[in-house]
């Protein structure tokens, strides 16, 4: 007789990893901004994949030199880890490689920084050769001071024979020789890259540029789309796009190279900064910048100095700049009866901007197309007005601009092969 056997089924989907964000209020910084601090980080967490379970914040002058937080503070944090069982902590800040090693001790879980969690974003992000050898880079010239830590499952003890180091120390330093290799390894490739880069920059010289740059997140790949109707992607998350991406648009007869790059944040690694260097050329060698600001955000105008400031490091200024507000139709308006508000209306706020007089402001919705054509037309009157100055005795009439346009092509045919759309409006 067959006994009925019962099949167990067995979950196969991964759980998500869980964390638990951490952040310090000092002096320098309110409490509603560490909420918004922690918001993003969170945010952060998301993309890769993280759930975020709870915050822990504290006041403190500067951050502790050991833990970084109190000893106080950190036994809250390890009661609800050990509690939950979560399975990392990550930090708002950078932590040094001695505070790493000994919170991770205390705590007993993996610990992450604001960024680490940013290097494994761009890692997991990054497409092209050129993006992952920069981000594989970064990565291992932040990770080699903070290398103890992916030995502490070793014990440290002397050696038998009487050696000064045991055996973790000894691995430590046979996988620091192995990166600084590796790290020298990369920066040759990237050395290759640059050159080839160089030289199809150099034949674009006489192109009108124009980039598009703002913080991560706030629509510069929908914008992208809409202007060069190609289909780059598009995401609601941190970092959608890394790759840098050029394609040949013309409007009102004036072609032009319009590229979407790597979106800014608040503390961005430096060692990030550094390795995209190369790619940040797109930026440093456009005549126009298009900079886009999520409107909607609580702390655009934090956001809009964040990416000010990014581009005074790599050297971006004193170019001539289209300011576009995106995403006007998720703009909250403060109710009428609310008299404790000093957030403006979004009249309010366009007027406050469109009266400035030392740039070009735009309000628009890329995702309902709302004001897309005024964007078309005062991108067109930038563009031409770049164009009179590089050739200032061309373009008098319909003839001068088809022998121009003729000439454009046939020198940059040979170098436009990473350009594939090419659109007419």
């Known amino acids: 007789m067959k006994k009925n056997l019962k099949l167990k089924l067995h979950e196969t989907v991964?759980?998500?990893?869980t964390a638990v964000l951490v952040a310090v209020s000092?002096?320098?910084q309110t409490t509603a901004q560490t909420k918004e601090y922690l918001s993003e980080l969170a945010f952060l967490a998301e993309t890769l994949g993280i759930q975020t379970l709870r915050w822990f914040t504290q006041n403190l002058e500067k951050p502790d030199i050991r833990l970084f937080v109190g000893k106080g503070k950190l036994e809250e944090i390890k009661a609800y880890v050990t509690h939950h069982g979560v399975d990392m902590v990550i930090f708002d800040d950078d932590l040094s490689p001695s505070q790493i090693r000994n919170v991770e001790k205390e705590l007993g879980v993996k610990i992450y920084d604001r960024s680490l969690l940013i290097l494994d974003i761009f890692l997991k992000r990054a497409q092209t050769s050129q993006a992952k050898t920069q981000v594989e880079l970064a990565r291992n010239i932040y990770l080699l001071p903070r290398l103890t830590n992916l030995w502490t499952h070793l014990e440290r003890q002397r050696g038998a024979t009487g050696t000064r180091a045991g055996s973790g120390e000894q691995e430590?330093?046979?996988?620091?020789?192995t990166i600084r290799t590796y790290v020298s390894f990369l920066k040759e490739k990237l050395k290759k890259i640059d050159l080839q880069n160089q030289t199809q920059?150099?034949?674009?010289?006489n192109m009108v540029r124009v980039a598009l740059v703002g913080y991560t997140n706030v629509g510069k790949s929908t914008i992208m789309n809409l202007l060069s109707k190609s289909e780059v992607f598009a995401e609601n998350k941190l970092f959608a796009t890394v790759d840098s991406t050029v394609r040949k648009v013309t409007l009102n007869l004036y072609p032009f190279?319009?590229?979407?790059?790597v979106g800014f944040i608040r503390k961005l690694p430096h060692t990030l900064v550094e390795c995209f260097k190369s790619t940040l050329d797109e930026v440093r060698e456009a005549e126009i910048l298009m900079h886009v600001v999520d409107v909607s955000h609580p702390a655009f105008e934090d956001q809009i100095a964040v990416v000010n400031a990014t581009l005074s490091e790599i050297k971006a200024v004193d170019k001539k700049v289209i300011l576009v507000f995106n995403k006007i139709d998720q703009y909250v308006n403060p109710e009428a009866d609310d008299l404790m508000t000093t957030k403006p209306t979004l009249e309010q706020l366009k007027s406050s901007y469109l009266n400035q007089k030392d740039m070009k402001v735009i309000f628009i919705s890329a995702l309902n197309k709302d004001n897309v054509e005024e964007l078309r037309n005062t991108l067109a009157e930038a563009v031409e007005e770049v164009y009179h100055l590089i050739y200032p005795n061309y373009l008098h009439n319909k003839t001068d601009y088809v022998a121009l346009q003729q000439e454009w092509d046939e020198q940059q045919e040979s170098s436009m092969d990473d350009i594939v759309e090419s659109t007419q409006f």
């Open 14 to 17: 991964a759980k998500p990893q």
């Open 26 to 28: 000092s002096q320098k």
């Open 172 to 177: 430590i330093e046979t996988d620091k020789r």
């Open 201 to 205: 920059r150099k034949s674009r010289e």
């Open 257 to 261: 190279l319009l590229s979407d790059t």
